[in-house]
């Protein structure tokens, strides 16, 4: 039995088995690539609601939809003018395996940081409070240990999340119009 996983498309909710999962947010990545800079919200929307609904026909009876549910509604949408889809495992939004990064990506959380969101964008990317995160470098700048030149070094290398796509990569979330609407 694949790990499954529940996401919203277009206000109604889907469980997807997590290969079905991958390939829907690397579609919609591809396709929000593939768009002009012209009315790129508003597409996405139509893209949105046209896969919700051709999928929420196909479940069915089913309890999750499966990577063939999902291939074949993308075949059925298609792409803008002159893209071609393309699935490609990303193990950088995904490891796959339900392990513990579950598809998210490193970046530094302004929003819910003190100083520079090193420690936020680490405690969301490992899963944990960023408050233990804190501490651990306060401890180790306090007895010595190099815990402020790392944070330093964290600060100059990890990315910050700025745009809703990057904050939906930093959750591990399906780049949708949904997701993304939540993190403007």
């Given at each position: 039995m694949?790990?499954?996983?529940?996401?919203?498309?277009?206000?109604?909710?889907?469980?997807?088995?997590?290969?079905?999962?991958?390939?829907?947010?690397?579609?919609?990545?591809?396709?929000?690539?593939?768009?002009?800079?012209?009315?790129?919200?508003?597409?996405?929307?139509?893209?949105?609601?046209?896969?919700?609904?051709?999928?929420?026909?196909?479940?069915?009876?089913?309890?999750?939809?499966?990577?063939?549910?999902?291939?074949?509604?993308?075949?059925?949408?298609?792409?803008?003018?002159?893209?071609?889809?393309?699935?490609?495992?990303?193990?950088?939004?995904?490891?796959?395996?339900?392990?513990?990064?579950?598809?998210?990506?490193?970046?530094?959380?302004?929003?819910?940081?003190?100083v520079?969101?090193?420690?936020?964008?680490?405690?969301?990317?490992?899963?944990?409070?960023?408050?233990?995160?804190?501490?651990?470098?306060?401890?180790?700048?306090?007895?010595?240990?190099?815990?402020?030149?790392?944070?330093?070094?964290?600060?100059?290398?990890?990315?910050?999340?700025?745009?809703?796509?990057?904050?939906?990569?930093?959750?591990?979330?399906?780049?949708?119009?949904?997701n993304?609407?939540?993190?403007?």
């Amino acid at each position: 039995m694949e790990r499954t996983v529940s996401a919203s498309l277009n206000g109604r909710n889907f469980i997807f088995e997590d290969s079905a999962y991958r390939v829907l947010n690397s579609y919609m990545r591809q396709y929000r690539a593939a768009l002009g800079q012209n009315d790129k919200d508003n597409e996405m929307k139509a893209v949105e609601v046209t896969v919700a609904q051709l999928l929420g026909a196909k479940i069915g009876s089913s309890s999750a939809i499966d990577r063939n549910m999902v291939m074949e509604t993308i075949d059925r949408v298609g792409m803008p003018a002159g893209a071609k889809f393309e699935y490609r495992e990303d193990s950088r939004l995904n490891n796959g395996n339900g392990g513990l990064f579950n598809g998210r990506k490193l970046y530094r959380s302004i929003r819910g940081g003190m100083v520079a969101g090193v420690c936020s964008g680490l405690g969301i990317f490992l899963g944990i409070d960023p408050w233990l995160i804190r501490i651990i470098f306060i401890l180790a700048a306090v007895f010595g240990l190099s815990g402020f030149w790392i944070y330093m070094l964290l600060w100059i290398v990890i990315p910050c999340a700025r745009t809703p796509e990057e904050r939906c990569n930093q959750y591990g979330y399906v780049q949708t119009d949904d997701n993304i609407r939540k993190f403007r």
